[in-house]
């Protein structure tokens, strides 16, 4: 079941990486948008999804599949895509890219409470690894695809835009093609009381505060890619760059969830987030364009050291039939930090410059690994 949802991401991402990674470069470059206004968008994209974060872990809880939620939820983000060919509004655009941020808020949770409802006792930190890699696969996929097709060769315009989109959305369909006939519903073996009240699993709560602090330095990729036109990269050298850097946060996914299975999740989860803090030190000081293309590598290691381990140890730390709520709540918990951490971001990034952002940014990351050391200290010495 992991492979499969995992090839389900693989195609998914493969479709949004590229107008990720282009968006912020359109709106800045030709639309005339400010980096405080690229973060007030990614900031209201993550509220709108807050709720629906929560809510669809949640309500996957008391349904017999939570198959429904997955699917519409990539349905919605394929429609996002499709709406990016109708405008050059920054307006609409916004509106659109909130529309891609809610299908990922209706899906995220159910999606990762199907691979720990599947996965096999011992084997989660794996199975979390697998989807993780196949997911981070497909955004190295897309980004390649786009740059094999010569978008981007000269500087960012509609036409670019409008081509990146036009790649997107068939490989969008694809998605919803294999999660329709090829991913099976499955089976609960537990189900929660249909009652209306929703509350945070208590056995998390700690974890997720901790998360939280994280998430506030965990603002939005556009920053990077801002960063990266400042550093002297063109349109296809940050897209080569993004190429090299999803391609080693896929390279670690797997070992890092196997090995977390053996040896504690903690220890990967809080050697990621010092390879964080130091990965957006060295950007913001960076004087010359390879300084901030190694660290970028290391922005790559991160995900591939946490982004599966994160969710491996929550599900090790939840109940069954808390699994939907407590990822919801992972969820709106990232995604409620994230409409703080990019506004932020952008102000800090337009008033005191690049510099002083990303130390800032480090120094939370940093603060966050000490308070999860200390946390898993107290708690339970094995999850170490």
Same mark, same amino acid.
Request: hydrophobic share 60%.
């Given at each position: 079941m992991a492979a499969r949802l995992g090839w389900v991401a693989f195609f998914n991402d493969c479709s949004s990486e590229v107008l990720a990674r282009v968006l912020p470069l359109y709106l800045v470059v030709s639309l005339g948008a400010t980096p405080a206004l690229v973060g007030v968008v990614e900031g209201l994209a993550e509220s709108a999804a807050i709720f629906l974060k929560g809510i669809s872990g949640w309500l996957s809880d008391r349904m017999a599949s939570r198959k429904g939620f997955v699917l519409g939820g990539y349905g919605l983000s394929v429609a996002a895509r499709a709406c990016y060919l109708l405008t050059v509004s920054p307006v609409l655009l916004g509106c659109s890219r909130?529309?891609?941020r809610v299908g990922k808020g209706l899906r995220s949770a159910p999606r990762d409470a199907m691979v720990a409802d599947a996965a096999i006792t011992g084997q989660t930190g794996r199975d979390f690894g697998v989807t993780r890699f196949l997911d981070t696969l497909g955004a190295l996929a897309g980004i390649a695809l786009v740059l094999g097709l010569g978008v981007g060769k000269g500087p960012m315009r509609e036409a670019t835009f409008k081509?990146?989109?036009?790649?997107?959305?068939?490989? &969008?369909?694809?998605?919803?093609a294999l999660l329709l006939f090829w991913?099976?519903?499955?089976?609960? =073996?537990?189900?929660?009381?249909k009652r209306l009240a929703w509350l945070v699993p208590k056995e998390v709560r700690g974890y997720l505060a901790i998360v939280f602090v994280f998430s506030?330095?965990?603002?939005?990729?556009?920053?990077?890619?801002?960063?990266?036109?400042?550093? &002297?990269?063109?349109? #296809?050298?940050? @897209?080569?760059?993004?190429?090299v850097f999803?391609?080693?946060?896929?390279?670690? =996914?797997?070992?890092? &969830?196997?090995?977390s299975d053996r040896f504690g999740r903690v220890r990967f989860l809080a050697l990621g987030?010092?390879?964080?803090?130091? =990965?957006?030190?060295?950007?913001?000081?960076?004087? =010359?364009? #390879?300084?901030?293309?190694?660290? @970028?590598?290391?922005?790559?290691a991160f995900y591939g050291l946490t982004e599966g381990v994160e969710k491996a140890l929550l599900a090790d730390l939840l109940q069954p039939e808390h699994r939907g709520s407590g990822f919801g709540a992972l969820e709106s918990v990232i995604g409620l930090a994230a409409l703080l951490a990019s506004p932020l971001m952008?102000?800090?990034?337009?008033?005191?410059g690049a510099r002083a952002a990303f130390l800032m940014t480090g120094g939370l990351a940093g603060l966050a690994m000490a308070f999860l050391v200390i946390w898993a200290a107290l708690r339970q010495p094995r999850l170490c």
């Open positions: 909130v529309l891609d081509a990146c989109a036009w790649i997107a959305l068939p490989v &969008g369909l694809t998605t919803l991913v099976p519903a499955v089976s609960r =073996a537990t189900r929660s009381a506030l330095a965990n603002s939005s990729d556009a920053f990077l890619v801002l960063k990266a036109r400042d550093a &002297g990269f063109s349109v #296809r050298e940050i @897209l080569g760059l993004f190429l999803n391609a080693f946060a896929a390279l670690l =996914a797997v070992p890092a &969830g196997r090995l987030w010092a390879v964080y803090a130091v =990965a957006y030190a060295v950007m913001g000081t960076a004087m =010359a364009p #390879r300084s901030f293309a190694f660290a @970028l590598l290391g922005y790559g952008g102000v800090v990034m337009t008033t005191l």
